[in-house]
């Protein structure tokens, strides 16, 4: 089963806007990790955020995590068509060593 | 470096056949991760090294799935009767430690259709 259900399934926007990604997840985690995948180059780590962490940045990208939701957000600023991609979440469970990963949110940048 | 990489890049097969897919880490890596990924859908958890030994199986769908890591570096996910439902793309990852605590690399995947 999956843990982490990203929202919304899909989103088309123009470039130079923001994209906001949101992800919810069912159990208490230790971190929560975001993931991207295109056709060339695979799934990519984009950014790791701890439990006792509320705001992480990276660049063009910033993640939330507010536990007593149990949810997440990434928001990429300033879209570039090379933006286009599936972004996933994924997720471990308190006591467990591996990643579930969410069904993505698939992100179309147009020029 | 060289990143994670997996053979073959494609495999086409027939039902009740057996199949072998084959991943090599990036050197050094301790854990080894096998994910299957289905249209449409996230990558999905098989089973987990650490070292040389599966930590954790609980993904592997079947008895028909198995996986060994016999020197701690390359990795072998065999499939045995495999069935129309098995096509997708198997995905490895590799990281330094445990999966929880770091990005994990992932290969570029090994798309299985069984005709």
């Known amino acids: 089963s999956q843990q982490g259900e990203e929202d919304p399934q899909a989103l088309s926007i123009q470039e130079g806007e923001n994209a906001t990604m949101n992800c919810s997840y069912k159990?208490?985690?230790?971190?929560l990790q975001w993931y991207r995948q295109n056709s060339g180059r695979g799934l990519v780590h984009l950014i790791l955020?701890?439990?006792?962490?509320r705001e992480k940045h990276s660049g063009r990208l910033r993640v939330t995590l507010d536990t007593s939701k149990k949810s997440s957000s990434l928001l990429i600023t300033a879209s570039r068509a090379a933006d286009t991609a599936s972004y996933f979440c994924?997720?471990?469970?308190?006591?467990?060593?591996?990643?579930?990963f969410g069904k993505g949110t698939m992100l179309l940048v147009s020029p | 470096g060289a990143g994670v990489s997996q053979t073959p890049s494609n495999k086409v097969t027939e039902k009740g056949k057996y199949v072998e897919l084959r991943c090599d880490p990036i050197?050094?890596?301790?854990?080894l991760y096998w994910y299957r990924q289905s249209l449409g859908q996230g990558p999905e958890f098989l089973i987990y090294?650490?070292?040389?030994?599966?930590?954790?199986d609980s993904g592997l769908p079947n008895d028909r799935f198995f996986a060994v890591r016999p020197e701690g570096s390359v990795s072998t996910l065999k499939i045995q009767r495999t069935e129309r439902g098995d096509s997708a793309v198997y995905l490895c990852a590799s990281s330094p430690g445990l999966a929880f605590d770091n990005e994990q690399f992932f290969g570029p995947g090994t798309r299985l259709t069984v005709l």
């Open positions: 090294f650490q070292g040389t030994g599966a930590a954790d």
């Open positions: 159990t208490s985690i230790n971190n």
């Open positions: 050197s050094g890596h301790t854990a």
């Open positions: 994924a997720t471990d469970a308190e006591g467990y060593s591996t990643l579930t």
């Open positions: 955020i701890r439990s006792n962490e």
